[in-house]
């Protein structure tokens, strides 16, 4: 049974900073790509930060660039995301995603919570 557990949200004051973690199980997290979702109330997820899974590639979404790092430790199953300067508008659920693209394989976490407010 694949499983991805995220942990690191909170509440961080504006301009602050936080790290998320995924852990996965049940599947050989080499060969997946990660990727970290958002989703804001009342919006759709999006996607913030993905790695892939041969060279750990990284790629962001525009609004994250620059403050924003995703990463990956093969040897603990697990994928980061290091958040910095937070705003507001960073306020959502973050969620973990694993991805095997040649076996159309997709697993999801179950969200963690960050909230960004004074």
């Known amino acids: 049974q694949v499983q991805l557990v995220e942990s690191g949200g909170g509440l961080v004051q504006p301009g602050g900073s936080l790290r998320l973690s995924c852990v996965a199980s049940g599947l050989i997290f080499s060969r997946y790509s990660m990727r970290w979702y958002r989703q804001a109330p009342g919006k759709e997820r999006e996607l913030v930060a993905a790695i892939t899974s041969v060279d750990s590639t990284t790629n962001y979404a525009d609004f994250v660039k620059g403050r924003f790092t995703i990463s990956r430790d093969n040897a603990k199953n697990t994928v980061y995301l290091q958040m910095n300067s937070l705003s507001p508008q960073d306020t959502a659920v973050y969620y973990c995603?694993?991805?095997?693209?040649?076996?159309?394989?997709?697993?999801w976490g179950q969200g963690t919570q960050v909230t960004v407010s004074s």
């Open positions: 995603n694993a991805f095997h693209r040649l076996l159309s394989l997709n697993y």
